[in-house]
């Protein structure tokens, strides 16, 4: 099955960089150049997935997001790639929607990873029904989800606090925040549970 994605950057070279990333024969990514251009797109067609930078002029990657989360359409999970690696930034993103978030540059199969997740591929196109961490956070981004997700790698146990789809508080291990985040990431046999709730976050 063709996933599509959306490249949004101001950048031609990014653009053609990620066209050769994700360049196979169940992905096509339709480039635009701007944030205002990539909600036009968003209301007239269906995407799987968007990936943006932060920085672009008259509208940033964040303000964008912020826009989509006001649709009435179905909103895919978005993929934030920039160069900006400051913290409060990157949970800012995060608790606004966002599935995840890659410090530019990245290693292509980083990026492959990362996007072959939150569309529920593996390395070959072939549909998956384990979800990566990253996935997981897409899917409760757009089902506006209300719970948490519990983290164990094995080794560690930590859990993720959602309210209406956004990320409001993590813990794994000893971390929390994003160094909290990057970890669990990382880890290799990271099972995710998810368990709804109407809780206060922050509350035991």
């Not at 205002?36 to 968007?50: H, M, N, T, V, Y």
């Amino acid at each position: 099955m063709i996933r599509k994605v959306l490249l949004v950057d101001d950048d031609a070279d990014i653009h053609l960089f990620m066209q050769a990333v994700l360049h196979t024969e169940w992905i096509v990514a339709h480039s635009v150049y701007s944030a205002k251009e990539a909600l036009k797109e968003f209301q007239s067609r269906e995407f799987d997935l968007i990936i943006s930078d932060i920085s672009m002029p008259e509208m940033n990657g964040y303000e964008m997001v912020q826009e989509l989360g006001k649709s009435n359409f179905k909103v895919p999970p978005v993929l934030i790639l920039s160069s900006l690696a400051n913290t409060n930034l990157i949970m800012k993103c995060l608790a606004a929607g966002v599935a995840d978030y890659i410090i530019k540059p990245a290693e292509p199969e980083r990026i492959r990873k990362t996007v072959y997740g939150l569309l529920l591929l593996d390395k070959n196109g072939q549909p998956i029904s384990q979800r990566s961490l990253s996935s997981y956070m897409g899917e409760m981004t757009m089902m506006k989800s209300t719970g948490k997700l519990l983290l164990d790698d094995g080794k560690h146990t930590g859990e993720m606090r959602y309210e209406n789809g956004k990320l409001k508080e993590i813990k794994f291990g000893p971390l929390t925040g994003l160094n909290a985040l990057e970890a669990a990431k990382q880890s290799k046999f990271l099972q995710v549970t998810f368990i709804e709730g109407d809780f206060i976050i922050g509350s035991s």
